[in-house]
């Protein structure tokens, strides 16, 4: 990930989803705007994710966030769900990003 972004201009991050499970998993991640703070999530907060294979298999997903103002700002709030237990998995804060204005 980046580790400065602009204020006010969308950025894709990508994060890495990976099954830990000896089972495939369909699940959900998800950005819970409640935990949110600096960061905001650009479109819908979650995204159902292709079935991921058991024992390591993974996926690449991108999500848009949007700096609202400037400082260290931390990217928390992620939680991946299990669509076929419906077990909420929170995850720990995923990075710290700088966030400065633009200069023009």
């Given at each position: 990930?980046?580790?400065?972004?602009?204020?006010?201009?969308?950025?894709?991050?990508?994060?890495?989803?990976?099954?830990?499970?000896?089972?495939?998993?369909?699940v959900q991640l998800q950005f819970?705007?409640?935990?949110?703070?600096?960061?905001?999530?650009?479109?819908?907060?979650?995204?159902?994710?292709?079935?991921?294979?058991?024992n390591g298999g993974s996926i690449?997903?991108?999500?848009?966030?949007?700096?609202?103002?400037?400082?260290?700002?931390?990217?928390?709030?992620?939680?991946?769900?299990?669509?076929?237990?419906?077990?909420?998995?929170?995850?720990?804060?995923?990075?710290?990003?700088?966030?400065?204005?633009?200069?023009?």
């Amino acid at each position: 990930p980046p580790t400065t972004i602009p204020v006010s201009t969308p950025q894709e991050f990508k994060f890495l989803i990976v099954n830990h499970s000896t089972q495939p998993r369909d699940v959900q991640l998800q950005f819970r705007l409640d935990h949110m703070n600096g960061l905001a999530i650009c479109g819908s907060s979650f995204q159902n994710l292709d079935t991921i294979g058991p024992n390591g298999g993974s996926i690449v997903v991108t999500s848009r966030f949007l700096a609202l103002n400037e400082g260290v700002l931390r990217l928390q709030g992620c939680c991946v769900v299990d669509m076929g237990t419906g077990m909420h998995m929170a995850q720990p804060p995923l990075l710290n990003v700088l966030a400065e204005k633009h200069s023009q």
